[in-house]
T-cell receptor
Framework: GENVEQHPSTLSVQEGDSAVIKCTYS??????FPWYKQELGKRPQLIID?????GEKKDQRIAVTLNKTAKHFSLHITETQPEDSAVYFC??????????????FGTGTRLLVSP | DAGVTQSPTHLIKTRGQQVTLRCSPK?????VSWYQQALGQGPQFIFQ???????QRGNFPDRFSGHQYPNYSSELNVNALLLGDSALYLC?????????????FGNGTRLTVT
């Protein structure tokens, strides 16, 4: 089955710096890669996703890159702000023709942005 | 537009007891998935329901069962509770006809087994 590894487990940056979180996956058939942000005591919220037919996607300060050959994908946050502090999870999914998918999550990265 | 709602928010049970958790999907969604999130870990897939049938299942024992109703709401049942079942249980909804439809999560039910 699919396995997702995520690094680093914790990341501390100064406000305004960039942050990069990396994930690798094992199943080359996986075709959907979302990123979730989870603040303490709250629900995971989708912040960006990428499909296997795209190499990069950007949304304001957030970008995700995908390298299918190496089976890894990364989240990039530029100009970090204190409100970016949270736990970030990557995930991978194999979506069958049936339309059903299940996400396999990484272990999470705790991002702390200091003012 | 109501998002995914779960009840109760917190629950304390004793080992060996049974528990039922409830979920109402986001308006317009027809597929419900359940995830278990242990403290400090990523969510783990339990199972998924569509048209009142279990469609996929993760590596969870038969003590974990579910149900989906015609209005798309869903329940997660756990029998013979173990201390290790203590976790945040997350419900997520999506729309089956949209390939890779993003999952929308509820706030979860925090279950404590003593």
């Amino acid at each position: 089955g699919e396995n997702v590894e995520q690094h680093p487990s914790t990341l501390s940056v100064q406000e305004g710096d960039s942050a990069v979180i990396k994930c690798t996956y094992s199943d080359s058939a996986s075709n959907y890669f979302p990123w979730y942000k989870q603040e303490l005591g709250k629900r995971p919220q989708l912040i960006i996703d990428i499909r296997s037919n795209v190499g990069e996607k950007k949304d304001q300060r957030i970008a995700v890159t995908l390298n299918k050959t190496a089976k890894h994908f990364s989240l990039h946050i530029t100009e970090t702000q204190p409100e970016d502090s949270a736990v970030y999870f990557c995930a991978a999914s194999l979506s069958m023709n049936t339309g059903f998918q299940k996400l396999v999550f990484g272990t999470g990265t705790r991002l702390l942005v200091s003012p | 537009d109501a998002g995914v709602t779960q009840s109760p928010t917190h629950l304390i049970k004793t080992r060996g007891q049974q528990v039922t958790l409830r979920c109402s999907p986001k308006s317009g969604h027809d597929t419900v998935s359940w995830y278990q999130q242990a403290l400090g870990q990523g969510p783990q897939f339990i199972f998924q329901y569509y048209e009142e049938e279990e469609r996929q299942r993760g590596n969870f024992p038969d003590r974990f069962s579910g149900h989906q109703y015609p209005n798309y709401s869903s329940e997660l049942n756990v029998n013979a509770l173990l201390l290790g079942d203590s976790a945040l249980y997350l419900c997520a909804s999506s729309l089956r006809q949209v390939i890779n439809s993003p999952l929308h999560f509820g706030n979860g039910t925090r279950l404590t087994v003593t």
